[in-house]
């Protein structure tokens, strides 16, 4: 069975899959790291891939960017292809000093202004949390690697451009160390179906300090996350 956005059918995606927001990230995981990689889906070149690792079927696919965006490709995983892992490796803006661009940051809960639970099913609540269980697979791995974690809260925020471009609410008041925009929405999901979801980013760039990275370092040096999430899988 497809759907209107995943052209695959059932049993040709995996039990776990690994989902960055660029599709292209996702195309250069499968390539670099899987064994035998297929692609499932190309529909609006939001691109899919099975393969191995380890001798374990994973999947990895892009998201897009934004709640509305993640919140159909994760509901469509989990609801309709027997997904039971989504682990998010995506990119963060800083808002802790503490935190440097390349740091590798697993979400332990998550706030956001977003209506999106609220709309979806009802949930009034301004924070959702990932699945305890799929967090301590992802800490065990890191800490087999060698890689070190910052286990923090994440902002999920529906806007990039803000008109007001101070932090200090999100960070001084929300307690958020790192911006970004679908684990709000990959959490509850994973939350209305009962499924397990995390989130494993990598600091882009710092509000901060404003140090950035390129595009290009984005989408293909940012593989510390990669690995402890494959790992994991």
């Keep these: 069975m497809s759907t209107?956005?995943?052209?695959a059918s059932v049993g040709e995606i995996a039990k776990t899959v690994l989902m960055p927001g660029d599709p292209l990230r996702?195309?250069?995981?499968?390539?670099?790291?899987?064994?035998?990689?297929v692609r499932f889906n190309a529909v609006r070149n939001m691109f899919g891939y099975t393969g191995t690792y380890k001798g374990k079927k994973i999947s990895v696919m892009g998201s897009g960017m934004g709640m509305p965006s993640i919140g159909i490709y994760?509901?469509?995983?989990f609801k309709f292809y027997g997904v039971e892992n989504i682990i998010r490796i995506g990119t963060a803006g800083a808002y802790s000093?503490?935190?440097?661009?390349?740091?590798?940051v697993l979400a332990k809960d998550c706030?956001?202004?977003?209506?999106?639970?609220?709309?979806q099913s009802g949930d009034t609540s301004d924070i959702q949390t990932p699945s305890e269980e799929l967090n301590e697979r992802i800490m065990t791995a890191a800490k087999s690697l060698g890689?070190?974690?910052?286990?923090?809260?994440?902002?999920?925020?529906?806007v990039f451009y803000?008109?007001?471009?101070s932090i200090d609410d999100f960070y001084v008041n929300h307690g958020c160390d790192v911006v970004e925009m679908e684990s709000f929405a990959l959490?509850?999901?994973?939350?209305v179906l009962g499924k397990h979801a995390a989130c494993l980013i990598t600091v882009s760039d710092s509000l901060v300090t404003h140090k950035e990275t390129t595009p290009e370092e984005r989408q293909k040096s940012f593989t510390n996350m990669m690995k402890v999430a494959l790992e994991a899988a």
């Design 187 to 191: 959490f509850h999901n994973a939350k």
């Design 111 to 119: 706030w956001s202004e977003s209506t999106y639970a609220l709309v």
């Design 162 to 165: 803000h008109e007001d471009s």
């Design 74 to 77: 994760s509901y469509e995983l």
């Design 26 to 37: 996702a195309q250069f995981i499968a390539e670099t790291f899987l064994e035998n990689p």
């Design 97 to 104: 000093p503490k935190l440097d661009v390349f740091d590798t």
């Design 4 to 7: 209107p956005h995943n052209s």
């Design 147 to 158: 890689i070190p974690l910052t286990l923090g809260r994440v902002h999920s925020s529906d």
